[in-house]
């Protein structure tokens, strides 16, 4: 899907590249068969990049996994595409669906039919400001932010001297859902020599944990109890808000941000199914619970 060459295995032109943007604004992160934000093959740095692939060989030889299948992988490719052609066809925004041909943007674990009407419900909300100045993006409600910072989607202007990017991040929980667990902002960046870099940041959490030396804080205790099909609220929050500055930034590196926020663990759907059923969950075999998560739209930094 994204290649760094076009179907005749050219090198990417500006015109072909004005062209797709044109054509190709967004891309479907997520939806009921699988997700493509990133894989752990391409991403071993990343404790949550093995979130629902299709492609389940995730170690060993026989893993045939492409950067060219993976939306993380792909902005990063399109620094270097905008770096030698001027232009840049992955600077896409992302949105999360079903794929279920109704129009809808949301299923539910404890309702997956897919088809129907019914299964559509609200998605926890995911709100991304950026600016150079901290006291332009700082506001509870976020109006400020959408004012005078660089919403979702966007590209902040040139870097005063001596600053870093800062965000404003303001995720809700699905009122009928499960609370959240943390918010991340995940970084990619291109260096001098033209090589891609990226960087998972854990940058609000629910609870009093503490980060570990990689920077990412141990998982809440799971709530789920398999037998019944059913969690409880009782960890999580039901909202994150932070405003986080790149400790690492570099006025002279091309680079995009954008916020992943983890849900706490719920049943997966065949749970609901093999309780209904009066069968045992454990044996398909399969993942008993899932960590449903939300993204923003990034944001990208030009020099």
Same mark, same amino acid.
């Given at each position: 899907?994204?290649?760094?060459?076009?179907?005749?295995?050219?090198?990417?032109?500006?015109?072909?590249?004005?062209?797709?943007?044109?054509?190709?604004?967004?891309?479907?992160?997520?939806?009921?068969?699988?997700?493509?934000?990133?894989?752990?093959?391409? =991403?071993? /740095?990343?404790? *949550?990049?093995?979130?629902?692939? #299709?492609?389940?060989?995730?170690? +060993?030889?026989? $893993?045939?996994? @492409?950067?060219?299948?993976?939306?993380?992988?792909?902005?990063?490719?399109?620094?270097?595409?905008?770096?030698?052609?001027?232009?840049?066809?992955?600077?896409?925004?992302?949105?999360? =669906?079903? /794929?279920?041909? *109704?129009?809808?943007?949301?299923? #539910?674990?404890?309702?997956?039919? +897919?088809?129907? $009407?019914?299964? @559509?419900?609200?998605?926890?909300?995911?709100?991304?400001?950026?600016?150079?100045?901290?006291?332009?993006?700082?506001?509870?409600?976020?109006?400020?932010?959408?004012?005078?910072?660089?919403?979702?989607?966007?590209?902040?202007?040139?870097?005063?001297?001596?600053?870093?990017?800062?965000?404003?991040?303001?995720?809700?929980?699905?009122?009928?859902?499960?609370?959240?667990?943390?918010?991340?902002?995940?970084?990619?960046?291109?260096?001098?020599?033209?090589?891609?870099?990226?960087?998972?940041?854990?940058?609000?959490?629910?609870?009093?944990?503490?980060?570990?030396?990689?920077?990412?804080?141990?998982?809440?205790?799971?709530?789920?109890?398999?037998?019944?099909?059913?969690?409880?609220?009782?960890?999580?929050?039901?909202?994150?808000?932070?405003?986080?500055?790149?400790?690492?930034?570099?006025?002279?590196?091309?680079?995009?941000?954008?916020?992943?926020?983890?849900?706490?663990?719920?049943?997966?759907?065949?749970?609901?199914?093999?309780?209904?059923?009066?069968?045992?969950?454990?044996?398909?075999?399969?993942?008993?619970?899932?960590?449903?998560?939300?993204?923003?739209?990034?944001?990208?930094?030009?020099?």
């Amino acid at each position: 899907m994204f290649d760094m060459i076009d179907s005749d295995g050219r090198p990417l032109s500006a015109v072909y590249t004005r062209t797709r943007m044109r054509w190709e604004p967004v891309m479907e992160i997520t939806q009921i068969k699988g997700a493509s934000e990133a894989h752990p093959l391409l =991403s071993p /740095d990343d404790p *949550f990049a093995g979130f629902e692939v #299709r492609n389940k060989l995730l170690t +060993g030889a026989d $893993a045939k996994v @492409s950067a060219g299948s993976y939306a993380r992988n792909a902005l990063m490719q399109g620094l270097q595409l905008e770096q030698s052609t001027g232009a840049n066809h992955y600077k896409f925004e992302m949105v999360g =669906s079903s /794929d279920s041909h *109704f129009g809808l943007a949301a299923i #539910r674990e404890d309702d997956c039919y +897919g088809k129907l $009407a019914s299964d @559509s419900l609200p998605a926890s909300r995911v709100e991304m400001q950026g600016n150079f100045a901290a006291s332009d993006v700082l506001a509870e409600d976020g109006t400020v932010g959408y004012q005078k910072g660089v919403p979702m989607g966007g590209d902040p202007s040139a870097a005063p001297a001596g600053k870093s990017p800062t965000f404003l991040v303001q995720v809700s929980k699905d009122p009928q859902g499960a609370n959240l667990d943390r918010v991340e902002i995940i970084n990619g960046w291109l260096d001098a020599s033209g090589k891609t870099h990226g960087k998972v940041y854990d940058v609000a959490w629910a609870g009093q944990r503490t980060p570990n030396a990689k920077g990412f804080v141990p998982a809440l205790p799971s709530t789920v109890n398999v037998e019944r099909a059913s969690y409880e609220n009782s960890v999580g929050t039901s909202q994150l808000n932070v405003m986080w500055r790149d400790p690492a930034f570099d006025p002279k590196q091309r680079a995009f941000y954008y916020v992943r926020a983890l849900e706490i663990e719920i049943p997966r759907h065949q749970v609901y199914d093999a309780v209904a059923l009066k069968l045992d969950p454990k044996v398909s075999g399969k993942p008993l619970t899932i960590q449903e998560r939300a993204w923003s739209s990034p944001i990208w930094y030009t020099p």
